[in-house]
Every structure is written in structure tokens, then in C-alpha cells.
């Protein structure tokens, strides 16, 4: 049986747009073109269209899906290894999770979390980079690349940035609570000391960019739901804060 992009689409969620992208860049051939130029996938195909957003749910880039299924092992491994991805994944979040759970408490308690519980969940890639060991070695061989593995020095970087995140979020809403105006002195220099950190850790985000991301998640769900989660109007006081901010530093 043969599907339309459309009902591909349906069947997998996945947009007609990416869909068409993913044919453009040769990551997903439709099994073949009708006379009247329609694209049409098979059981194949489909099956392919799960293996790249499985490998999309564990962050892989386009690129990197692309060299792992080209000449790639029978369905039945590549599955097989991102089960296990997965499962390293899953048992990741949840100590992540838990985490998360502790110092939402401790912020609700107005106590300060153990340093040594802050970071639990991101320690070590050592598991993740195990798990990967069989596909780097297939694109050393084929590419000479090792594209997946991740460093040690990489994960250090992420617990100082997870850090500075949870104490910048902490001191917003602390300062909300406490009443400050959101163009308060105190304000300006936390997002101030906020912006530098960022840069000097290589993300290149300008007191507009900032503006520009939080008014944005006013609009986004997610993020929205995750700020006001933390402190009822927090999300808003962090946009006014950092439009207020942009504008006095252009």
C-alpha cells in the first residue's frame, strides 16, 4: 500500500513542509512519484520516517541521521540501539526530574539546596557515550568523524550554566515577590551579569536577543506554563525586565 504525503503527514504528525524538506535533502525518498507528480511512501519508508524521529527525540542533527542510516545495519539493530538510547535517556530525566523536584521545594521552603543534590542528573556522559560506542566507531570507520561523543569538559560546562540558570530564575522571582520594580537597580544588574555569563559561554545573545526570547515566551505554552509554574507572574516580569533593559542598552 502506498501513502500521500498528506496521509503520511496525518499518520506521523509530522508536517507536508518537513516531510518535503526531509525528500530535499535526501533523508527520506518517497517511494516513488506518481504521473502526476504526487510522492508516494511505502511500508519502507514509513518504517525509515520512525527510525529519524526516534534518533530526532534522542536531539541528533539531520546530518547525523542521515550518516548513521546511510548503509546502516538491518531494522531490528538500529531499533535495538535506540531502545537502549532511549532507556539511558529515560532513567536520565527522571533523576533530572527528581532534581528538579528538590529545589522546587527548597525554593518553596526559602531554603538553600545541597550543592551535591543540585547537579544529580548530570554528572557523567560515561553511560551515554558507552551506549554510542558501536555507532561512533561505524562513522570513525566511514567518515573518520566522531560526531556523538561528548566530553567531559562539556558536561562541567553544563552544570556552571544549569547553575547560573536556577540562581538568575531564583533571584527573579525572589525579587518579584519582594515587589522590586522589574526596572529596579538590583534587576538591571542580574540580567546584566546574566547576559555576560551567557556570552562568555558562547551563546552570543545581545540585551535585544534577550528581549526578543522572553517576549517570546509569553507566547509559547511551554515555557510560559514552566516560568509562571515556578512564580505567578513571573514570566511577564521577566519580559518587562528585559525589554526595559534593551532599550536602556541599545
Not at 59 to 72: P, R, V, W
Not at 102 to 118: F, L, P, V
Not at 214 to 227: Q, V
Amino acid at each position: 500500500m502506498l501513502y500521500t504525503v498528506k496521509e503520511v503527514s496525518t499518520l506521523s504528525n509530522v508536517t507536508i513542509k518537513t516531510l518535503h524538506h526531509y525528500h530535499k535533502i535526501g533523508l527520506l525518498l518517497p517511494s516513488e512519484i506518481s504521473e502526476a507528480g504526487y510522492r508516494l511512501y511505502g511500508t519502507k519508508e514509513l518504517e525509515r520516517l520512525q527510525q529519524i524521529l526516534l534518533y530526532r527525540e534522542l536531539d541528533f542533527s539531520l546530518e547525523q541521521i542521515k550518516q548513521l542510516l546511510e548503509g546502516a545495519p538491518e531494522r531490528l539493530a538500529i531499533l535495538s540501539q535506540q531502545e537502549e538510547l532511549l532507556i539511558i535517556r529515560k532513567q536520565r530525566l527522571e533523576t533530572i526530574i527528581q532534581t528538579l523536584g528538590k529545589s522546587i521545594a527548597c525554593t518553596e521552603k526559602g531554603e538553600t539546596m545541597d550543592n551535591k543534590d543540585m547537579f544529580k542528573g548530570f554528572e557523567s556522559d560515561k553511560d551515554w557515550n558507552e551506549a554510542l560506542k558501536g555507532q561512533n566507531q561505524y562513522l570513525k570507520e566511514t567518515y573518520d568523524i566522531n560526531s556523538f561523543e561528548v566530553q567531559q569538559a562539556d558536561v562541567q560546562d553544563i552544570n556552571e550554566q544549569a547553575a547560573e540558570a536556577v540562581a538568575f530564575m531564583n533571584e527573579m522571582a525572589n525579587s518579584l515577590r519582594a515587589g522590586l520594580r522589574h526596572d529596579n537597580e538590583k534587576i538591571v544588574n542580574l540580567i546584566r551579569d546574566h547576559l555576560i555569563f551567557l556570552n562568555e559561554h558562547g551563546h552570543s545573545i545581545s540585551a535585544v536577543d534577550f528581549a526578543a526570547q522572553n517576549k517570546f515566551f509569553l507566547s509559547d505554552d511551554f515555557h510560559l506554563s514552566m516560568l509562571e509554574g515556578q512564580q505567578t507572574g513571573l514570566a511577564y516580569y521577566l519580559s518587562a525586565a528585559a525589554e526595559a533593559f534593551a532599550i536602556e542598552n541599545k
